[in-house]
């Protein structure tokens, strides 16, 4: 549990969360050893795309001969510093205290670049005068539905606040059904107990990562900045929610598959837990945190508000993983199903199997299947398939261990014990 709250607060503190109302300072020395300084991106789309620039201190600006660059969607990697400026398509001058350009009709969403340069950017020659830097705030807009430009989502990131709302609204519904049925259950105890706390727990979680995204993204949507420390508590829920559920269902499988043929058949349904099972669970859960955190840093200055679509070499990383445990439960569970002579308890376990799958293989499906989307799409088509699959596979879990039927069925039978509870209890219902 200590390296879990480790993993959540490092989440918490090192996680930014990108805005557009971007806030800064405009650097000659950064613009000159860069070939100009990027200031941000935003993804414009329709009629009315608007950029305010403000400055602090207009005349200095002046005197600088500053100027603010828009690239649309242009790679301007391997051109010479004189090109990279020549290339912008709009070039505001920085000599008044408020800029408004009104961008054309965006046939498609467009990725716009905003780069600052200035008198020195390009005289690599000569040195820079020790003159302050210029403050300055750039305001984004897309035009919502009404026409106007006040909306502060770029392509990529409209549609996410009523996307989380309805969530929340679903997890809402759903808990007013289901609440007193797993109140009665977790109140009884029993050989699931265990099992049911965790799931419940990783539920929760994940309703508070909803809660925060939306909380973050509904004042986004009215300020272009939100709040960013709970757009990383978001992260940081999902986090822990995540190395949860691995250590939950990589423990439950190894556990079954070492303790078969070595326990009386009589014995209840369990959760086992052996050295060997619990030291691969800890080691998949510290090898899912360490790449979650390098994630996060990695992609601190990314654009993105969910960490389940970023592309970096973590993100590929944790992919591997998760098909690593996939294959590995995959090799278990079959070698259970394959020698259980039970209809039902071979029905108990294919539904637990299509519950794992569908945790662990939502992301690396989606990842790959969001290629044939274009690219202001991909970030939307992940965060809301992953969320959605996973919250499918919550479903599966809840209804196969809440199910009474299934349960009173199964721990009635004597044959074969089905491992699903902690070895310690020794409870029947």
């Not at 925060?212 to 004042?219: G, S």
């Not at 439960?329 to 259980?340: N, R």
Request: proline fraction near 3%; charge should be neutral; charged fraction near 15%.
């Amino acid at each position: 549990m200590s390296y879990l709250f480790r993993v959540f607060v490092f989440t918490l503190l090192g996680a930014e969360v990108w805005s557009k109302t971007v806030t800064g300072q405009f650097r000659s020395g950064t613009a000159r050893e860069h070939g100009g300084q990027f200031i941000s991106s935003f993804i414009f789309t329709g009629d009315n795309g608007l950029l305010v620039c403000r400055m602090e201190d207009s005349a200095l600006a002046a005197e600088k001969e500053s100027r603010l660059l828009l690239y649309p969607d242009l790679d301007l990697d391997d051109l010479s510093c004189s090109e990279r400026l020549s290339r912008a398509q709009f070039s505001i001058l920085l000599h008044q205290d408020e800029h408004n350009l009104t961008l054309p009709r965006q046939s498609s969403p467009t990725t716009w670049r905003a780069l600052y340069a200035d008198r020195y950017t390009c005289q690599v020659s000569s040195m820079i005068p020790a003159l302050s830097d210029l403050t300055f705030t750039i305001l984004m807009f897309n035009p919502d539905s009404a026409g106007n430009s006040l909306d502060h989502f770029s392509a990529q990131e409209a549609g996410l606040v009523s996307f989380y709302f309805l969530l929340l609204l679903a997890y809402f519904v759903s808990g007013c059904i289901y609440f007193q049925p797993l109140f009665q259950a977790l109140r009884k105890g029993g050989p699931m107990h265990t099992v049911l706390i965790v799931l419940t727990i990783v539920l929760a979680l994940q309703g508070c990562s909803a809660i925060c995204n939306y909380i973050h993204l509904a004042r986004y949507s009215r300020d272009g900045v939100g709040i960013p420390v709970m757009g990383s508590l978001a992260e940081g829920w999902d986090t822990v929610s995540q190395v949860s559920m691995l250590y939950l269902l990589l423990s439950l499988c190894l556990g079954w598959t070492l303790s078969r043929g070595r326990k009386p058949q009589s014995r209840p349904l369990q959760w086992e837990r052996s050295p060997t099972s619990t030291a691969a669970a800890v080691g998949g859960v510290i090898t899912q945190g360490v790449l979650l955190l390098w994630q996060q840093f990695s992609d601190s200055h990314s654009d993105h508000h969910s960490f389940h679509s970023e592309q970096s070499l973590a993100t590929l990383l944790l992919i591997a993983l998760r098909l690593i445990v996939t294959l590995l439960l995959a090799s278990v569970l079959y070698q259970i199903i394959s020698t259980e002579r039970s209809t039902l308890r071979r029905d108990f376990y294919l539904s637990f199997t299509k519950g794992c799958f569908l945790w662990f293989l939502c992301q690396p499906v989606l990842v790959l299947m969001s290629a044939i989307f274009d690219e202001h799409q991909r970030e939307k088509v992940v965060t809301i398939g992953v969320v959605l699959c996973q919250s499918i596979s919550m479903v599966i879990l809840y209804q196969l261990f809440l199910s009474r039927s299934l349960y009173w069925e199964v721990s009635s039978l004597s044959s074969v014990s089905l491992p699903l509870t902690m070895s310690n209890h020794r409870g029947h219902y």
